[in-house]
């Protein structure tokens, strides 16, 4: 079945998704956990985090991102699909809602010691703010010390996806749709002149060079988050040193990038593939 486009999230929740195999807290909180999904085979298997987005709030679960995390494994890949509290959750918003993004990743350590995943083949996967965790937890390396966000000894990633991901936080705050931008101010506490520090420390363009490979895809008719509000990113991670590859899926608009039976399903995984190499 091929899907025409402009899905919204209610057609992605209706997709089929496979039970996941287990369900792995990484912290107290009820929203600390990931399902992991394992291919058939004995592995060790590369491991694909998915990272749901929502505008950092309510508008997303895990559930939006089963159907991709189940697709993922008929290309051979297990799928640790990440929730994480949001912004209008108790102990989310700043700085929680990183630090779960950022712990969720690190967890992939301790499920390696009962599930057979290759810990050195890693790549984050993130929809939309889910982009943005997705290329943060790749950077979060290069975050001072002083910041609330600072994590010692990340998981390496060895790429990153970010299906339309907000990688400038600044440039959406000035110019994204209104609802989007509101999550995003909640999460940070402020806009950008009001939180300086903590954009600085959560805007991917502003931790150049992640040091990380970066696919970034964009659907050609998303009005959400599309291409246009983050021209300078691409530029400034290739003069930074960064190895970036854009994907431009015809047809497709925001939604479009979650489904295996929309436009640029081809597209996505063949970028995935060329990060696990």
Not at 234 to 239: D, G, T, V
């Amino acid at each position: 079945m091929r899907f025409a486009a402009r899905l919204n999230a209610d057609d992605i929740l209706k997709l089929g998704s496979e039970a996941p195999l287990a369900k792995a807290p990484y912290g107290a909180a009820p929203q600390q956990y990931a399902e992991l999904r394992l291919p058939e085979g004995k592995g060790p298997f590369p491991v694909v985090v998915v990272i749901h987005g929502g505008c950092w709030i309510q508008y997303a679960t895990t559930q939006y991102t089963a159907h991709l995390a189940s697709a993922l494994l008929k290309e051979g890949w297990a799928t640790w699909n990440l929730e994480y509290r949001r912004a209008h959750e108790d102990g989310g918003g700043w700085p929680g809602t990183f630090l779960d993004a950022g712990r969720g990743v690190d967890a992939l350590r301790e499920a390696a010691r009962k599930y057979p995943l290759d810990l050195g083949r890693v790549v984050a996967m993130g929809h939309s703010a889910g982009g943005q965790l997705a290329l943060w937890a790749a950077g979060r390396g290069r975050i001072p010390r002083g910041s609330e966000l600072h994590t010692g000894s990340p998981l390496p990633l060895c790429g990153v996806v970010s299906l339309a991901g907000i990688a400038d936080m600044r440039a959406y705050a000035d110019r994204g749709p209104r609802d989007c931008v509101a999550g995003e101010l909640l999460v940070m506490g402020g806009t950008p002149a009001e939180q300086p520090a903590r954009y600085a420390a959560a805007s991917p363009i502003e931790l150049l060079p992640l040091r990380t490979p970066q696919v970034l895809v964009w659907g050609e008719e998303d009005s959400i988050v599309p291409e246009r509000l983050f021209e300078d990113y691409e530029k400034r991670a290739r003069q930074a040193g960064d190895s970036v590859e854009i994907v431009r899926v015809q047809n497709a608009g925001h939604h479009e990038l979650c489904s295996a039976e929309a436009a640029g399903w081809k597209q996505i995984t063949d970028a995935v593939r060329r990060l696990l190499r």
